[in-house]
């Protein structure tokens, strides 16, 4: 321990340094008194914090608190006040809260102005569960909107499924296979005029399709659960093409004067409406209906222009909706547009009475051809001969094309610009009909009058609208081999034509007499023939005929004929003289007369063989079925040896 | 298949498939929106209740959207076979050649038919015309 060391001891600086003189000197500053390091620390104070944030800060550490400390010094030092003065502002402040909290209280304990009620603190307890409530609400009514909507979908579909509801779309898809449909903005519209095939009539045929209410599906349904299935689909025709329509046509005798016949030809009797027009029809049936009706109005349309333009020897007339034409004198030819569109139902009783005193009735031939001919020029319109041109107008026909390299001249063209209007055709048409029907009936009766040479008439089965051909087949009964007259009538359209068996050609007028005359004199001319034609296959003689013989009363038409024949030993002779007004009248003479009687002038016997006088036989009274026949027998007679 | 459409045909099938996005959008959208109205995550000024009323009405309103989006949707499918129908001119023209067909053989069976029933008759009628004119009774 003798060794020991000095060691210095000393106390750490406490007190912060002030000064360090040039000497190294330092000059501490004079530690803070009790009350001053108070007032410093009371400085610190921060009152507006509360407790727990108090410690808070506290437990941070304590550099915080330095570094704070630090920055709080220098107000404490800066501000030049007293070291108590923030202190004493936070008392201050604190004493007038105070003040206000104790008048406050002695407000509210007088209860006249002010009262304290406890607050409700259950609040935020129930919170969570209203809300869930409340969600739980809001989707079941989410969901409730989604099921209805999800609901009327399914209900739709297993509707059409299990009542087998038609489909709209199907039945659209048909409609469009067999008809010309489109969509305007909204809404689908269809055509069903002729346009595409070639028509150029300028009424619009538009029609429009909606979807049937499918309330009226169900309800047609169980209306009629066995018939077939009403469509989904609803066409809608414009008026003037609704109901029924057809032309008329009518070949009458000509009316008194022409207000008569306008009457009676107004009352055409209308068509009835449609089968079940009360029902809704289907759409295919009713759009061809209003097509028809379409058709007939472009039909009656050109009729109507077309009588007005030609120029016929007697006008045709246009009135109303009829068009009145002469076809032949006398006869006319009545075409009217009948349109029953189902509003102006005049009742149909009084038409039909009407209707049926009138005799002629309508012609469904005629009426089909007037379509034909309008469906031709259609047809017509559309398919225009080859070679089209590649440039250049189509629609000249061939001959007008070939008018240009054959260096056709103005006569020629005008010729080809000739065209038959589908009136004059349809009058040709009605004038072959009534000249046919006149024929027959010349020929029908002629075969009723005339009994002893049979009249047979083939009617030709191949003919056209405006010629037919008849053949006429004149013989007897049981002669038909020996002799047989065949003649041939073209029947056209205002004359007749007729082929004789020796090759002449006639041409007749529409006048029925003159056919008559032309029969008549057939017959005559075949007995004479037959006549002849018997006697040589009797082995008798022809010694003289005439067709044409001059002699006895003028006829009134035709000329009377005769033939003489001679026995085969030449002992008799048979005179048949034939006038058509008169009939046929037989003589006989005999050669060794009877009654020859020796006379002054004629002495010799020899005489008796030159042939006594003519006797008529009477041939209604002879035996045999029919003229030859008996001419047959009356030679067979004579020829045989007294 | 994309041929040269004109203008307005292909404005109209673009339109076609925009109605399809924007209905299905709709769905998803609206659908999403109720599940987020669901889960309440947003707070807000006003009062619960009043919050709570309104979460209904939203949701309602959405789900009445996305039905509106669905019919919006078979109203489109029916447009595009509307559109379709009208439109398909080789399947219309199938059906008309096939139509042209079946009548042309139609025609041609009753040509026939009405030729063998003219010769019937004509040869019937020429037999009835030789027993009518030769027979006494006219």
Redesign the interface.
Known sequence: MANSVNISVEAPIENQIQEITYDGQEIYQAPLSMSENLARLAQKIDFSKTEDEFCNIKKEGESSLDVKSEEDKEPGYQSSLWPWDSVRNKLRNALTEVCVLADVLSIAKEKRYMVLDPIQAEQIES?PM??VY??K???S??????L???ER?RASETMRMTRNMPD??ID??RL???WR???VSNT?VGDLSYRTAGSKFSQTGVFEVTKAPEEQIAQAMSMNATGPAPSALRVTVPPELQGVAFISVLCQKEQEDVVTATLSSSALNCPGTLPGEGAELHWQQKLEAAQNVLFCKELFARLAAEAVQLDASIPHMVVGNQIMATVLPGIQLLIGLCHNNGQNNNNPEGVKSEGSGNKSEHDHVLEHSLHQLLRAVHHSNTHHPFPHPASGPLGPSKRRSLAGPMAADRYELLEMSKEQSLLEQIIQQAQHFFMRRRSEYVL?TI??EV?DP??????N?LNSPTQSCVKINIMA?GYDAVCRTSLVVHVGEKTLKCICRDGKVRHLSYELQELRDLIYCQIYQHQMTAVQAVGRCMGWQLLASSSHLGSGPVEPLGNASSCLLASPNGDRMIAIRCEPSVGIQVFIAQSPRKDFFVSELVQDKKWENLGGAFKEVKLEKMEGKNFLNKMELLMACLSSPL | MHRNLPQNKEALLKSYTTRLKEDVKSMLENFEE?IK??K?ENDSQLN??TQ??Q??F???V???N??RA??SL?KLV?DI???L??NDFP??NE??TQ?SKLFRTKQQECDQKLMSL??D??AD??DL??EY??S?Y?
């Open positions: 919170r209203v809300q409340g969600r609400k809001a989707l009514a989410a969901g409730a909107v989604l209805n909507g999800v979908l709209f779309h659209l898809l469009r296979q067999n449909l489109k969509k689908i029908d075969a009723k009994k049979l009249i047979v008439s083939h009617w089965a009964y | 109720i109205l669901a309440g619960r209740m709570i009323e979460d209904t939203e949701m309602q959405r789900a009445a996305i039905v669905g019919e078979m029916s076979k509307q559109y129908i009208l399947s219309v059906a008309i139509n003219r010769d008759i004509a009628l020429y015309e030789d004119f030769t006494i006219k």
